[in-house]
């Protein structure tokens, strides 16, 4: 049964609306179709693909554990996983608009010129890699 493709990563806050807000007006995402699911929280998306599910801290927690599902503790960065990566078309245009929002990145520039790199964090601490390749 191979893979098909990544359906979403989980952020965990205490602030699921400026979690939103983040990533709708920071990164240009959007907030799309999200079912029932027995704890508030937001599906965020890129184009029509669900990328990210915002959930609240403590009503996850309980709602997971009811289920006999295992929850990550709370902790500074975001354990093993080192950053999540989005792709880009238009860096300029990213930078002007995370400069907006008064959101700090680090600039990255590889060598030979074919890939700009952007790292920035979420409001929970989650690090983000913003590619943006030369075609």
Aim: aromatic content about 8%.
């Amino acid at each position: 049964m191979p893979l098909t493709k990544l359906e979403h990563y989980l952020v965990l806050t205490d602030d699921i609306d400026a979690t939103r807000d983040f990533y709708c007006q920071a990164l240009g995402m959007h907030v799309g179709p999200r079912p029932p699911l027995g704890f508030p929280g937001y599906w965020v998306y890129v184009g029509d693909t669900p990328c990210i599910h915002i959930a609240e801290w403590v009503t996850y927690t309980a709602h997971s554990r009811a289920q006999g599902i295992s929850v990550s503790s709370r902790a500074d960065g975001t354990g093993s996983v080192d950053h999540i990566a989005f792709n880009a078309r238009d860096y300029d245009d990213v930078v002007a608009r995370l400069e907006s929002h008064g959101v700090q990145a680090a600039r990255n520039d590889p060598p030979g010129g074919a890939l700009r790199q952007l790292f920035l964090r979420d409001p929970n601490g989650v690090k983000i890699e913003i590619n943006v390749r030369k075609v």
